[in-house]
């Protein structure tokens, strides 16, 4: 096929047949008349051949007065690829749920093809638009252009990372409180902790509407808010009925399914124990039309989720059992600043969060940012007998305790 | 386009409001139910009866601006110019009028973006930069992703599976495709330890260096009168750790760099609890540009699956009703060494019962 | 009694073989089926239709050789010379007539041990010296044990209670009654660091003492001229470790010592794998003779679970199944800090997903 | 009541009422006419009062040749209890399952009055006979009787502790194999290791006949041998029908608790898919006229188990998937020895097998001790990515791998 990316590509040539859309296709559309995209074409094509990457350790690089949000790179044979010698990205954080009207998006094109290689990712993993590769000049103006439109940058470094969150009310017949709101409402709080890295580490908020967590947030996010509900099933016995009548097994592929077993069909009626559901969604997932989550809906806050580098992966921890969330989510943003003080006081460089936590022990973790401990924080109470008995009586004054 | 003059910043992204389509507008958080009409094809529909049609379409992420136009152009042709990506880089297009579905999705097919991936069928690959844009990938992201999916787009856009599966791929062990609870997992790893670069003293600080080892395998030395640090290679785990804080420890190693498959995490906590990824293969050489091997084992292990699973079963809970001894016989990976875990908490993974199928 | 003259050594125990009835010789390894007769009552049917009747007494475990002779006495009288204790230290009685049961039950009760313990009952305490014979104990043992079982013997040789609920002692953090994997456990605890004695040099390799602190809170020092080491109170776990390396360490306390109730803990593979107890209560005072708090909180504990447990549930299958926040409501125990684990593997304990009972 | 202990035990006196046998009336019977156990009861009651033990740290007393079996203990007041200055104890070797003959009970006994305290705990934790209490120059005595007699002392300190052992065969239908033998056989082959101490720490192990592990083996012995068995449990539909009858439910109390939910009930026939099953023992115990365990027999042999001191405590794990044993045992005895010179070698001052494991690697650990690593011997594969990968190749000579 036409080697329109200038160098000969054999090996990415072999990526643009087959059924799934070629990321090789979208650059070689956009080498046809960017060079630097021809560059990253023909390095990339190195890169298969040498089974090794030509990327350098990326410097500080970024906008004025902010120093997140633009990841730099540089090549590592700057001579034979000039026009990607640098090839920096910018971070811009796309609105609540990644709906774009087309203006919007054509916007961020304009944008990016008058300043940048044209090339995205919609989106990062973190959730943010991606600009893939600009060289440092462009930075400040493709900046002010995004700012003349409304957009503005994301994070990057130890400072907050831009929230995402679930498609939740806008779609989503699950949604147990407003993810789009509470995200745009952080975000917008939140500002200079987004742009000016001032953090031990980076800090992840991720916002899935129900337990079904959309956006991975338990996993990926260091607070993890995951909608859930404390009242009752909602439950349509007719619709369950015809659900079963429609082919679905109800005993086996519902009940037996139940983490806590505590959803019961005899062939007629449908029976939950809602005090022992433990509002996993299973039974709800399975029976869209006749289950819904009970009416007297909030979230769970969860702490500490990250990736292996450098102790071992962590998955968060229950810190708020139930939460009512709604604007201006005033208790929330004051456990959150809490929990930055502590951490900005206490923690290691490259220390997350989680970490923290496990470090100084969740008991005094709670303490510090005055929470009070309750069971639902923990699997199982300790099975080590290792207790860190606080006070102890002194013979003197028998009956007095002392620290 | 407005043409402000003075400097803004900390404006924050734009408010979503401005981006939601009207049907959503009015019924926002007043859904009643969803239907999975035909693959990748779904109505919501709201307690005010109003519909909403969604139409979700593959993506291979990294989209050039001429796409992205395209993409706007049919959102305006059939959805009064809206459209979302989801938190798996798909692309929805949502619609009031089901009349107009197959227009799009012919549309779409048009131009090469397969409609698929909702409910049980497996969906796009969260994935990373490799070679492409990042400095410590052990492999590429985009070509594994496009090879895979090339191999397994059947499941996507017709066939139907017991549950959902999760693929992810990160190209180093930072797991920005948090790989680490997927159902599938690929993962790029080096083998060899990183090569002390001449001049090590000049770019970085030694005891900063010593201090990133997890291990304790990085010593300080003297290379020929310079400061220099000594790896004790027994000691390496291939981290990356001082890598990432000293440029001059390469790690990557055409010879040796790789991916390793990981399988039975889940971050839903539907039926069971959220939970880690555990190493399947240990590793696979790199083999640009279609990674045969690792497609090769990435199928076999879903057709275990496939073939093994109950109704809504995910690959980790498949798993662990049939046992993990079973689920090496199945896929037919040797259990080795390396799959038994030797790292902090590794006692807690240890069989502690007689409860063994013999 | 044989008089052999030359020094014998290592000959190990005599064979079980000169040990066993009759009836077990005969059907060795041939029984068929057992069944409940009734408290304390069983019978061993054999492939060849032989029946062995076992007869269960409680025991204080600490017997005085008259109380001995007297078991034997009964054994002839009744058993043909055969008896055997229990893994629990009970004692049974083993019988080939069955009309003979009745007797040898009324003879024990008037010797003071009551039969039982069979089958879902409460069986014998697992203990261990205590201040009878151990330096190292942080409550007695004897004693607990004797007033906690004259308050659940009812649950020994009469009531039926939902499965079997295995409840251990241990007298120090050693837990020789091997008390982590018990229903109940009931452990002697240390709540104030060692008291430093004067002289400590002379009796203790100061190294040694240091290294054997588990939290590194011990440091050496000199005390006017001496080197003696000194202790980071927050530091102290009262892990007693210090103390077994060093005498001169002591840790017993009247005032601070008592013990800790545990919960939830098994060894048998039967339905849930064997398990950890978990801290229930962090602290309850030494208040002998009879305990009346660990007598109160174990009955409470104990009626908690016969009221609410499903046939066959162990203490901690029924508190998985309902949860452990409802367990502290249920029992009315508070939940405190003391429960959040903080040990090296602390982080694992932690509640990592959504899943709870709201 | 009467106060026979000669000095006034208002406190243990309380002791001596309510249904549960009292070992104070044990200790005051022995007082009768022996003055150590007067001087035990006062110094008891002294403990009672002030709520502490009167107890030093033993001194190393024994026998003649042995390192074990006797542990020294002193008393603190000596002047004030002089007849318990010393009061060591002997630690007798129980016969496998400990099943005795009224003749053997009252030879200990004999024994034990002449030299001894004539106390006893019948049995201590390991399994012993320990006699409770006397003199050191009584020790030797004492022994040349036991031995004299057939008996030997068990294990203490850094030795091979004495085995254990539950009823098994001699009494029980779910024995996989003979436990009694296996113990009795251990225990003669390795007298030595069991009489003088030269491991690193304790060694035990315990025998369970099957899965309900009726002498606590898996929570209590470095080495934990459990009954099982590889074939389908034997089942007798019409008993089955029977229990039913009887009043279980079988579906809700049986199949509802099989872990593995490989067990179903439809009314009439019960059915396993033994493949499934994890030998739990659950439905057998529930039913033990209608279900037996499989005919081809054998064991789980399981490392490791401790109590928490000081690193935290530890259950088994599995060494041996599935082992046929039969005297003599051969198989079953080089592997102990071959993981005995493995931690005599390597393992440090009080290491348990346990940690040692634990420390190297369980995957080094194998590799020492010439044992093929098997899935069964992990709850699931590793999470962490941080393998140590054992080979690379050199660009020199591609292809070929060098350590
Ligand atoms: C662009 C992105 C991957 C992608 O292709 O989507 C990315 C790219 C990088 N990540 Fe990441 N991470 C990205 C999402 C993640 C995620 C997923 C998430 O945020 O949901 C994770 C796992 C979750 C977590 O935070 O733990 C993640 C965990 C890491 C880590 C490990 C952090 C840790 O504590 O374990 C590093 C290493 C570091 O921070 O030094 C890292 C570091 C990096 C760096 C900056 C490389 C470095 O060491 O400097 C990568 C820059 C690549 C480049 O040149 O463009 N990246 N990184 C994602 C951000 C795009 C966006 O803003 O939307
Ligand atoms: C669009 C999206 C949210 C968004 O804001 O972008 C979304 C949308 C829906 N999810 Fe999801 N999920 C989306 C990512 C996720 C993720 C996150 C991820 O994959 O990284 C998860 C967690 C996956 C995991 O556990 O590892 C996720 C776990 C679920 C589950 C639980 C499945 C399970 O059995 O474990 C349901 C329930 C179901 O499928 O029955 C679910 C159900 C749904 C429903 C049916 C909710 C609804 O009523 O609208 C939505 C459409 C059906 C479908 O199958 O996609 N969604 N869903 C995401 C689509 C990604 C994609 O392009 O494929
Ligand atoms: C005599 C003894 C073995 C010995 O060599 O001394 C023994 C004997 C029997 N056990 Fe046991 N077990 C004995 C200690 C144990 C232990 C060990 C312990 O308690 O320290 C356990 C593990 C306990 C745990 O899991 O924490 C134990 C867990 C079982 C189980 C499993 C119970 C469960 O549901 O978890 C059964 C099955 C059953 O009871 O149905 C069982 C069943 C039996 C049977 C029915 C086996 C048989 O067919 O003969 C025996 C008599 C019935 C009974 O209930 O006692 N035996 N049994 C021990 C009596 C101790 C006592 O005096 O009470
Ligand atoms: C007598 C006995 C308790 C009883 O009343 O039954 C006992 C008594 C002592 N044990 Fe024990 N242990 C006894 C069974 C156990 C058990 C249970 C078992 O063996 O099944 C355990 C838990 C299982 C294990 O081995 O981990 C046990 C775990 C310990 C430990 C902790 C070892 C560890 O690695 O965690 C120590 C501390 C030590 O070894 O220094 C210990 C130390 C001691 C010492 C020697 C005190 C010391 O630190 O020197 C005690 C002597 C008391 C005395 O003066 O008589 N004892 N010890 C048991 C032995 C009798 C017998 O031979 O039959
Ligand atoms: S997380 Fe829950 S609310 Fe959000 S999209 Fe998924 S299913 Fe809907
Ligand atoms: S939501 Fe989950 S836990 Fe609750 S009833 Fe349904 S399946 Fe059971
Ligand atoms: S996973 Fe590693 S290589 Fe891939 S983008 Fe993240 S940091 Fe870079
Ligand atoms: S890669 Fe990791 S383990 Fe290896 S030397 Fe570097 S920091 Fe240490
Ligand atoms: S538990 Fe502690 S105090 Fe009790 S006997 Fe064992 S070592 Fe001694
Ligand atoms: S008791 Fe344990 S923690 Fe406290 S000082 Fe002694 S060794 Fe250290
Ligand atoms: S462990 Fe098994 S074989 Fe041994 S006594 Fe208990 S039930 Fe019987
Ligand atoms: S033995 Fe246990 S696992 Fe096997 S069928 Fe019976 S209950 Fe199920």
Same mark, same amino acid.
């Given at each position: ?31 046809? +008349? ?299 943003? +004051? ?69 | ?63 050039? @601006? ?48 397969? @409609?698929?991936?909702?409910?049980? $069928? ?232 007689? $409860?063994?199928? $013999?």
């Amino acid at each position: 096929m036409a080697d329109s990316g200038g160098n000969g590509t054999p090996l990415l040539d072999q990526l643009e047949s087959g059924p799934w859309p070629s990321f090789v296709t979208q650059i070689k559309e956009a080498a046809k +008349d960017k060079d630097e995209c021809k560059d990253l074409l023909a390095l990339l094509e190195r890169s298969y051949e040498e089974k090794i990457g030509h990327w350098k350790h990326g410097g500080i690089v970024g906008v004025m007065g902010y120093g997140g949000g633009v990841i730099g790179r540089y090549n590592d044979l700057p001579e034979e690829f000039p026009n990607i010698a640098h090839f920096h990205t910018l971070r811009v954080n796309m609105p609540s749920a990644w709906f774009y009207t087309s203006d919007a998006l054509r916007t961020i094109c304009d944008i990016w093809e008058r300043h940048g290689s044209g090339l995205t990712n919609m989106h990062g993993s973190t959730g943010d638009i991606i600009l893939l590769g600009t060289e440092t000049d462009e930075l400040e103006p493709t900046f002010k252009e995004l700012t003349d439109n409304d957009f503005d940058l994301g994070g990057s470094g130890s400072d907050m990372r831009t929230p995402s969150c679930c498609v939740g009310p806008a779609r989503c017949e699950w949604a147990c409180y407003d993810t789009l709101n509470i995200t745009n409402d952080l975000t917008q709080a939140f500002q200079d902790e987004l742009h000016r890295p001032a953090f031990p580490y980076k800090f992840k908020i991720k916002c899935a509407g129900c337990p079904n967590d959309c956006v991975a947030s338990v996993a990926r996010a260091d607070m993890s808010i995951i909608g859930t509900w404390r009242d009752e099933i909602q439950i349509d016995q007719d619709e369950v009925r015809a659900a079963g009548e429609a082919g679905l097994d109800i005993q086996k592929d519902v009940c037996m399914h139940c983490p806590t077993k505590c959803i019961e069909w005899d062939g007629k009626t449908l029976t939950i124990d809602d005090e022992n559901c433990v509002k996993c969604m299973h039974c709800i997932n399975a029976m869209p039309k006749a289950l819904r989550p009970g009416k007297d809906r909030g979230a769970t806050v969860l702490l500490g989720a990250k990736a292996p580098i450098v102790e071992g992966a962590l998955l968060s921890s229950v810190l708020i059992p139930f939460i009512k969330l709604e604007p201006p989510y005033e208790e929330l943003k +004051d456990v959150i600043e809490r929990i930055w003080d502590f951490w900005g006081e206490h923690g290691k460089n490259r220390e997350r969060v989680g970490e923290l936590m496990q470090r100084v022990g969740l008991g005094n973790f709670l303490e510090a940012i005055e929470v009070e401990p309750v069971a639902e924080m923990v699997a199982h109470p300790r099975e080590n007998p290792y207790v860190f008995y606080e006070e102890y009586y002194e013979e003197e004054e028998e009956g007095e305790e002392t620290e | 386009m407005a043409t402000a003059t003075e400097r803004k910043t900390d404006i924050g992204p734009p408010h979503y409001e401005k981006m939601l389509p009207p049907v959503i507008k009015k019924n926002y958080g007043k859904w009643k139910y969803h239907e999975i009409l035909n693959p990748g094809v779904m109505v919501h529909v709201a307690e005010s009866g109003d519909k909403l049609f969604t139409v979700r379409a593959a993506s291979p992420r990294l989209l050039g @601006v001429k796409r992205i136009r395209e993409f706007a152009d049919l959102a305006d042709k059939y959805c009064g110019g809206h459209l979302r990506f989801t938190s798996r880089n798909n692309v929805e297009f949502l619609l009031t009028d089901d009349s107009k579905i197959d227009a799009l999705i012919a549309d779409l097919r048009a131009l090469g973006h397969p @409609v698929g991936g909702i409910g049980n $069928q497996i969906s796009n690959i969260v994935h990373t930069q490799g070679w492409i844009h990042c400095h410590s990938a052990a492999t590429d992201a985009s070509g594994i992703v496009k090879a895979v999916m090339d191999d397994l787009h059947e499941y996507f856009s017709e066939k139907e599976v017991p549950g959902k599966l999760r693929i992810a791929l990160a190209c180093c062990l930072n797991m920005c495709g948090a790989v680490h609870c997927s159902d599938i997992a690929i993962l790029g790893i080096h083998r060899r330890p990183p090569k002390i670069q001449g001049g090590l003293n000049k770019v970085c600080e030694i005891p900063n260096v010593v201090a990133s080892c997890p291990t304790a395998a990085i010593r300080p030395t003297t290379v020929d009168g310079e400061p220099s640090v000594e790896i004790e290679e027994e000691g390496c785990m291939f981290c990356a750790n001082c890598f990432s804080v000293c440029p001059a420890l390469p790690m990557a190693d055409p010879l040796n760099d790789g991916v390793s498959i990981w399988v039975g995490g889940k971050v839903s906590n539907a039926r069971s609890e959220p939970t880690f990824s555990k190493l399947a293969i240990p590793y696979l050489p790199n083999t640009p540009p279609r990674w045969p091997e690792v497609v090769e084992s990435v199928r076999n292990i879903v057709e275990v699956w496939v073939k093994g699973a109950r109704k809504f079963e995910r690959m980790g809970e498949f798993i662990e009703r049939i046992g993990w001894p079973r689920f090496f016989k199945l896929t037919g990976i040797e259990f080795a060494k390396e799959h038994i875990d030797d790292f902090k908490f590794a006692g807690l993974t240890y069989k502690r019962s007689a $409860q063994l199928r $013999q």
